[in-house]
């Protein structure tokens, strides 16, 4: 019975050689393998809604303008436009770029899709009315009126025509956002309805790559370099590669290993490579313009009998979080504590060059870390309320990383130690259970993350509007709201430095109403391999474009 | 006996209708907003609910649903992938889950039972010791952390196998999550199969048939292995529906686009999509009672002991 | 021929009990004790026991005699003011290290939160472990009950039973763990409620199985003719005969249920932090398994432990229960 037996461990061995001796498959030339944080759940720019959707459809389809490496708006399928002396009326001429079926880029392209994003009314679409681009009779399309009576108009084939309601400063540069990219009506109207973008079959470009495998959701998309690209000159990858790699760690090994060229780190692994001489070099920190801040839910109502409607309370609370040690110890990758409400490295002034919220001591005798003022609110607030002990819940999203788990705990056991009397219970759910918990004002105070859609400080302070849908806190002010109007419709808008001006008076009753306690701003942090250059990061709308990237 | 399975496929087909309606209700008590947006107002959500039929009572949307689903159409999204229809998304997950998962199975039933057979026919002695400590640890390591010492040793410290999944290279790159899979499989299998052929070495007919001058491979292969195989065989039965129908975790670390990580987009990502969550709980449902199912029908035929007491029943 | 004569009580008198004249041979072969002597004798379930029992005292002991709080973050300020934290220190005695914890021992280290990971993972290990008496508890009540009530009646009752047992079982446990959110708050309630409706299916079946084959048995027709109620059987009758597999069902789903507790964890939906188990903890080492290796070892071996624990005693039990199988 025994040599017999020895079969049974034969098997085995003889299948693992088999394995082994399968081979693997080399890399291509001038192939370039990047790290995506999250799927791609849709190519429809009239669907789309997160950063890494805007990213991949930015990389197949050209809008009418592009930006460059510093962020300034230059033409990319407009060859020039015209404005007119009020500001209101746009003329793009657009250069004779082709469809990857082989069909023109004309102006219809553009005017089907934006009447279309418009009657869809999906989660961007408030980007065509007043609170952005303003133009003319989005409001009234969204809300169901005839698409074609939005301000855009083909006046030829080669020619568009955009009205706006009001002047919008940076115009030109909104036109570089997905939300305004053409779509072929020809294309659109072949494929199978509600299947437009779900894979390479019924979606086609007019960028610098063309789609070669995709379905939504998937962990690996890649990309072809498009030869009829208008620039192709500019494109030098055969292949772009995405994987979708969640834990940082893994991102590391498989950046150390050489599976991928670029990838986004975090915590610990930061700590990590700049330990590492060599590694260290390749490290990039890229601020992403995206702010995190506490909400408070100042409903007097709300299920702890409202101490949150209480402003020393909330005075207390800003003033009681040590935000350095946030960025220093927990987050450990180069994030900016932020006590402004406009976040850090965004939105440069165009005639002084200096960023919106450079002075970040503006509004310091309401925002700062200061454990004697925080409990001198935290006293008054307990005399008015009448009260010595409060427990609030701290509510934020489990699902969207390591990072938020960090900085809610630690939040925790600096307001628990910095304010006695004061209990904070965490409180996680999902992220779709977190905005509709959020957005109907049933929480304390919870943990929020905005990022800019475009570049101007008002994609921020539109948020504490009263007629704003998601972010209300249950706070409203007349004030506020009245500044904020101003500043995009005639009175302001014309006038650059009055119109900053009137932000920071804006800003300024939010903090004195410590509606909000800024943290801090975020900041990527990129692996990218010697190998690789060229690869172009911006802090509003599309965050990273491969058109000049090169690998060696 | 044709009259007990046609009886237990029609009890089958209720039991589903009833979970199919079950979920449905789940589904849509569930919290969590189908419409997880930050930007848009609340009539432009009511506008979408109605325009999804959500506004209606629950009875007549199942009707609806059910009457598409007869059709063999599972529908659209309701927010995951804006509403793309279904089917193609998921047959190309299921694709790679269930390539995955067959991989698993034939690896880890295999090795699961050469284990355990070797461990029987040498009770006590060397071999038995080991099969039972890799079968116990199989069962005590997590398989997740199993996954990532393959991903680091295999993929990392020894750069061979591709560090993630990739459906342009399926067999290469489906080793590493297959072989992790099986861990468990093989730890499960390996210790029932010691101790059923254990069992039926013990036993009388095969005493005598050892009296008769049987011996060796012979003895093994048509007296014992047939009879000790058949209750081997339920126990791999679940584990086909656990390693089909994906596993969560492994897609997470080796990157595979699979059912695990569409459910979890379903009901975790950013909104709750009911359609996708129904979809899937019906899949793994059918999968679930079809197994269940056929393995019922086997044992009547197989066993005629469960055919007396079966037709007693009926 | 008339007899009238009624019994009076003075008529009987009480036997004197049967057991005092019991043969005392006899009596210490009693099944019960043979099985302790037979576990006894198992090395390997006694490994196991032992195993259980480390892992228990530890986790009561060791949080208690820590010097941290399982949720206090350890930290000091520096020379300008900022504050230090004691994040991602690996394995140290007081003395033996430098920096500014240097006067301080971490035995298993701290975590990336400057949290010290020794009573974390003790701390996490009571969680696990009232996972695993919870599940004992659900299997042997709803289980076990469940089981012998479908197995007994049997027939249309069975049948429904088993449809029910179906349907359970096919909603995924995500859904039933999104559905109970609506009614309580996350945490470790939720991870019982979770357990409570799926945990018990296996054992179920174990005892319907036993149940089917014993309820045919003569002693049961015996005790039925002479009156026996149904439960009086399925309790008394039943029960007892049935206990080897059943205990043995117990010690497996220990695992089981500590692990589905894990996987909660893992993603996502199980304990609320700072609150922690053997389970968080891994997710927790997960994030930096590859620079951080020490972060993860010691609620991984904790686990392995408790694992390898039921599951040896488990496996002796079955032995000891059931001699036929396995080493006699």
Known sequence: MKPKLKRFFIFPLIGLLFLVTACGRGTSENELKVMLGSTVVTLDTAHMQDSYSFEVVADCIDGLMQLDEKGNAIPAIAESFEVSADGKEYTFHLRDAKWSNGDPVTAHDFVFAWRRHCKIADEYSFIFDSTVACIKNAEAVIKGADPSTLGVTAKDDKTLVVSLDAPVSFFPALMSFPSFYPINEKFYNSVKEGSYGTSPDTFISNGAFTLDSYIPGTANIALKKNESYWDANRVSLNMLRYQVVSSSDNALTAFKNGTLQVVKIAGEQVEHIKSDSELSKQLSFIPEGSLYYIAFNQDPKNHHGGVLANVNMRLAITNAIDRNSLVKNYLMDGSLPTYTAVPQKFSANVKTGKFFSENQDRYKDYVSFNLEKAREHLDKAKKELNRDEFNIHLLYSNDSGDRITKIVQAVKSQLEANLPGLTVTLQPVPKAEYLRNFSTDNFDIAVANWSPDYDDPMTFLNLWTTSNAKSTEYWSSAEYDKIISDCSTDNLAINYDARWDAMYKAEKILFEQAVIAPLFTNTNVILTSPKVSGIEYHTAGVDRVFKSAKVK | MAKYITKRILMSVVTLFIIIFTLFVLVRIMPGDPFPVERMTAEMIELKRIELGLDRPIPIQFADYMAKLLQGDLGNGTSLYNGAPIMPIILVCMENSFKIGVMSILFGSGVGLMMGIAAALNRGKFIDRFCTICSILGVCVPSYVFMIFLQYFFAYKIPFFPYFFDPSNFFFSAIMPAVSLSLISIATVARFTRNEMLEVLDSDYVKLAKSRGLYGFKLIRKHVLRNALIPVVTVIAPLVVDLLTGAMVMEKIYGVNGLGKLMVDAIAGEGIDYNYVLALSILFSSLYIGIMLILDILYVIIDPRIRLTAKEKV | ?328
């Open chain 3, 1 to 328: 021929m008339e007899n009238n004569y009624t019994p009076v009580k003075e008529d009987f008198r009480f036997l004197p009990r049967r057991d005092s004249v019991e043969d005392a041979h006899l009596a210490s072969t009693d099944y019960w004790k043979n099985v302790a002597r037979q576990f006894a004798k198992d090395k390997f379930a006694l490994l196991g026991a032992a195993l259980i029992v480390f892992v228990i005292l530890f986790a009561i002991f060791a949080p208690l005699l820590s010097f941290y709080e399982y949720d206090e973050i350890v930290a000091t300020t520096d020379a300008t003011g900022a504050e230090v934290v004691a994040k991602s220190l690996s394995p140290q005695f007081a003395g033996g290290a430098t920096g500014y914890f240097s006067d301080k021992t971490f035995l298993f280290g701290t975590d990336d939160m400057g949290r010290d990971l020794w009573t974390r993972t003790w701390h996490g290990a009571r969680v696990s472990l009232l996972i695993a008496f919870v599940a004992i508890l659900i299997d042997m009540i709803i289980g076990m009950s469940y089981g012998l009530i479908s197995g007994y009646f049997g027939g249309v009752c069975d049948n429904l039973m088993q449809r029910f047992i179906e349907i359970i079982g096919c909603i995924p446990t995500l859904v039933i763990i999104s559905v109970l959110a609506i009614f309580m708050t996350k945490g470790i309630g939720l991870v019982i409620a979770a357990l409570l409706i799926t945990e018990w299916i296996g054992m179920s079946k174990i005892a319907r199985a036993e149940c089917l084959k014993l309820k045919e048995r003569e002693y049961v027709l015996a005790s039925r003719t002479l009156g026996a109620g149904n439960f009086h059987i399925m309790f008394k009758q039943i029960l007892p005969n049935i206990v080897g597999p059943v205990i043995t069902q117990v010690m497996f789903s220990i695992p089981v249920a500590i692990f589905t507790e894990a996987f909660l964890s893992f993603v996502g939906v199980g304990i609320v932090l700072p609150q922690c188990s053997v389970g968080s903890l891994i997710e927790a080492g997960f994030n930096n398994i590859t620079i951080l290796p020490y972060q993860i070892m010691p609620p991984i071996f904790v686990l392995a432990f408790l694992m390898l624990g039921f599951n040896l005693v488990g496996d002796g039990l079955r032995r000891a229960l059931s001699p036929k199988i396995g080493d006699v």
